[in-house]
């Protein structure tokens, strides 16, 4: 799946989002989320990012929703992604 469908598939998550963009490589698919919390995520599965290997994705966001320093979850399954997006989503 690449990234950009797992977001335009989950309807749910429309409502907090502001603004999609494919920032996307040839050898990395990348979409950028801006909500309308101000909140931002950046979604990625490609060469070099952690778990490309196993065909997972990896996060980067606010510290407060992935509880690291850098604010980057890697090895992330859709599931895992899915409640990433919703938990942003809906910060204030």
């Given at each position: 799946m690449e990234v950009k469908h797992l977001i335009m598939i989950n309807n749910k998550h429309y409502e907090s989002i502001d603004r999609l963009w494919d920032n996307s490589s040839?050898?990395?698919s990348r979409i950028m989320v801006r909500f309308k919390n101000g909140r931002k995520l950046s979604l990625i599965r490609g060469f070099g990012s952690h778990g490309y290997e196993?065909?997972?994705f990896e996060v980067m966001t606010t510290s407060e929703i992935t509880e690291t320093e850098?604010?980057?979850l890697g090895h992330l399954?859709?599931?895992?992604?899915?409640?990433?997006i919703e938990k942003v989503?809906?910060?204030?």
């Open positions: 040839p050898h990395m196993d065909d997972l850098d604010g980057v399954s859709v599931e895992e992604v899915n409640d990433i989503g809906r910060l204030q």
